[in-house]
């Protein structure tokens, strides 16, 4: 596989949060109606959570966001400049921070900023082993497409030579997933996208379907995989049957075979490659004990990230699978997807 490095050839596009992570007891969920091992989206009783964390606790922050994580991901692996990441943000504090927080990872982003919206958060109140996950997606869900089509922003664009949409960002603005989409087939770059929750096949199908003769590689999880082969009807949940149907799905750029992965937590990585013969490999994952797991929030995230530097870098599929499974591995060992 030829190497595709240089300054900024990871584009990385979706939506943008502030992790807020801390550790407390029960009193703190109580306080704000939340459940020990839950993930919730926001309601207006919640606001308070996110001060609070900040200015009472010891607080983690994180620039996340799924593919912000898969950002800083592959930038730990590659060179320096080697990533770009593009969401929306408000105007205010909390983009303030994002912002150390991605300097500090030595991440380029480039923000629209929402000037009637306020920055993405996320609070995880962490008590035990159990993570309340609390989201106010907020900005980050007032992206544009005019901001991606601005010179100086497709500018980077036309520099990258892979760009990675996470489906999150179909919920958001399908048409600057579709513009980087039509971008990487009539250039023949690279498109990577990943189907990042079940609910993004489920609910928007649509969207996702439009992107999908642009899949140049498509990264999911077993869970993700099922939800897809249910919403469109494939009558089995079987990984290796659903991986090979992804990957016959048809193709814009015949010049590449599309590369299906699909995670599955400790069992073994399922990669399907090809068009209309598909071959069907399977990865294991390393164990790891579990004394030493601190948080497998945001493993997913990682291993796309892994995966997508050995891409970069021109490494053959079973390294880029390696180097997916190895920072997956290095994430788990964190609080939270740092």
Known sequence: MAATSGEYALLCLENPLLDIQAKADSSLLSKYDLKANDAILAEEKHMGLYEELLNKYEAKLIAGGA????????????????????????????????????????????????????????GVVITGHDRS??????????????????????????????????????????????????????????????????????????PLDATAPYWDYVIGNETEA???????????????????????????????????????????TVVATGGERVTVKEYAVKTIPAAEIDDT??????FAGGFLAGIIQGKDLDTAVEMGHWLAGLSIRCLGPS
């Open 133 to 206: 996950i609390c989201t106010d997606l907020a900005a980050a869900n007032h992206y544009k497409l005019d901001h991606l089509l601005q010179p100086e922003i497709w500018a980077l664009v036309e520099k990258a030579s892979v760009y990675y949409v996470g489906g999150y960002h179909l919920t958001v603005c399908p048409p600057a997933a579709m513009a980087l989409a039509e971008e990487a087939a009539k250039e023949d770059k690279i498109f990577a996208l990943s189907l990042s929750a079940p609910f993004i096949p489920a609910f928007f199908k649509d």
């Open 297 to 302: 929030n945001g493993a997913g995230d990682a």
């Open 67 to 122: 593919a912000q994580n898969t950002a800083r991901g592959a930038q730990y692996i590659l060179p320096p400049a080697s990533v770009l990441y593009i969401g929306c943000v408000g105007r205010d504090k909390y983009a303030e921070i994002l912002r150390e927080a991605v300097a500090k990872a030595e991440l380029r982003v480039e923000y629209r900023v929402d000037e009637e919206h306020p920055t993405g958060r996320c």
């Open 226 to 268: 099922r939800s897809y082969a249910d919403s469109h009807d494939l009558k089995t949940d079987d990984i290796k049957t659903i991986a090979e149907h992804l990957a016959k799905l048809p193709k814009k750029n015949t010049k590449r075979q599309r590369v299906v992965v699909v995670t599955q937590g400790t069992e073994a």
